[in-house]
């Protein structure tokens, strides 16, 4: 099958990085999204987001001709849908997937879908997602054939294939790791496996769509539930009084112990959520599942007690001020280190609650990003480390960000410590 215009429906974290990939395969590819700022800015050559070598390899595939952006979709050979799959408002603590965004790009691409077509679904998605994909797509295109009910012989191709990449290392990622092509039929998987071929350099391995779905799910809770073993562990090591950190060097000595290092929680738009997917279809059966993100869920909620404790201790140790007094500077926003990504950040969350109740100065240091999220962190001041560090009388480490690694013991010796990642254990006063 020749993949002669490719259309990547989405272009933010994911999609944007496969649209400029696949372009500087030499391939023409239309990136289609209804934010027109982001649409803009890519084709202008530049990129709207935070992604090593990302804004090169736009500039390159947009100066050459072979990458452009609209908010319209347009006829193609095949169509990759990368749009985001949060929960859904009114869920609550159901964790219900909202399917919305899958539904209007479908709806969207729909009338320029023609005979020979290929749709893949790369958005992670709750077990049936692709399926239910194909269902819209055939009840606004009655005139084409598709999978469910044509099987080999339907018109349009329908495949699952959910990314697995690392941000911060997206670009490699895509070219390096394996692919899982879950089709519909087996031409399906073939066809898809065709498209990531030009520019995949690990392996296709083909499967069935409900099996894709599942493994990407199934990834993320493994992780979730190796990352709630270290999260509990470091309470439970709280309470007895044990350096966590400490403890978990030694037990990894172990030559099959291998523990993860805890943190403030879980965020990003993978670990935190895919695990609700499989809860949302399996929920008396998958407990340990559900029980890990509870773990993770709750975390950071043990850290803002944490960093009341560290309040209350400085004005213990200083009777003559008040909490109005105390000036606190949280290190990191984003999910993780070294990106500016706040999706479903716990940093994020702490800070917010801090700020909200806290009557004194609250300082935030997150070199990546340049001003604070709209809306959030009312009253925070947006500073660089060295003036959180001057001026702060509490300092929460929430994010290991690599200049935050750097900064030298004398500096944290007249602060009281949080330090939800380790970085600084041996010099905080609460771990």
Known sequence: MDFNT?????????????????????????????????VDTINKGEIHIVEPELDMIVHAAVKEGYLRATTSPESADAFLIAVPTPFKAESGDNHVPDLSYIEAASKAIAPVLERGNLVILESTSPVGA??????????????LSFPQTHGEESDIRIAHCPERVLPGHVIRELVENDRLIGGMTEKC?????????????GECIATTARTAEMAKLTENS?????????NELSII????????????????RHPRVNILQPGPGVGGHCIAVDPWFIVSETPDEARLIRTAREVNDGKPQWVIDKVNEAVGKFLSANPDKTAKDVTIACFGLAFKADIDDLRESPALKIAEAIVAVHPGQFLVVEPNIKVLPEGKLVGARLVDHPNALEAADVIVLLVDHRPFKAILADKLDQTYLVDSRGVWESYARFK
């Not at 944007?16 to 934010?35: C, F, H």
């Not at 692709?130 to 005139?143: N, S």
């Not at 998987?189 to 350099?201: D, E, H, M, N, R």
Request: net charge positive; charged share 20%; hydrophobic share 50%.
């Open 6 to 38: 490719i259309s990547v429906i989405g272009l933010g974290y994911i999609g944007l990085p496969t649209a400029a990939v696949i372009a500087s395969r030499r391939k023409k590819v239309v990136g289609v999204d209804i934010n027109q700022h982001a």
């Open 130 to 143: 692709t399926e239910r994909m194909a269902a819209c797509l055939a009840e606004a295109r009655p005139d």
């Open 189 to 201: 998987s073939k066809a898809a496996t065709g498209l990531y071929k030009i520019f995949v350099q």
């Open 222 to 230: 493994f992780r979730d539930v190796n990352i709630a073993f270290a």
């Open 237 to 252: 090591c709280d309470k007895l009084d044990i350096n966590v950190w400490e403890l978990i060097r030694l037990a990894n």
